[in-house]
């Protein structure tokens, strides 16, 4: 998981951007750094870091596999761009190879603790 920031998606007219932090707590940490040497902030106020906190975009690779919930079908989403297509993915190989016509919520409560984020 990737986390990136930019200051226009807060309205701020910089042109700053932080791409590829590995954690919120790191991007955070950039960001009181040129906050307080672009923006003359020491400190960055409880609203707007609520407002950054609202605006970092986290970008990511997702992967499942069968295998991981215990069915041996062989079955594999590798590098689904977001969690929402690979389980709308999921749901249509749940249907097709599975014959469930829906995802049971403790079964899709399994699933989403297995899904690996890169
Ligand atoms: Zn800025
Ligand atoms: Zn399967």
Redesign the pocket.
């Known amino acids: 998981m990737k986390y990136n920031f930019s200051c226009a998606d807060i309205g701020m007219n910089c042109g700053y951007q932080i791409k590829g932090a590995s954690s919120e707590d790191e991007l955070l940490e950039e960001l009181k750094i040129h906050a307080k040497m672009s923006h003359g902030l020491t400190s960055i106020p409880a609203d707007v870091l609520d407002k950054i906190k609202k605006n970092i975009k986290k970008s990511g690779k997702y992967s499942f596999s069968?295998a991981d919930v215990g069915?041996k079908?062989?079955?594999e989403i590798v590098n689904a761009d977001t969690e929402e297509e690979l389980l709308n993915e999921l749901a249509i190989?749940?249907k097709l190879?599975?014959n469930m016509t829906s995802i049971p919520q403790d079964t899709l409560n399994a699933i989403k603790s297995k899904i690996k984020v890169m």
Do not use: E, K, L
């Open positions: 069968c069915m079908c062989g079955f190989h749940a190879s599975h």
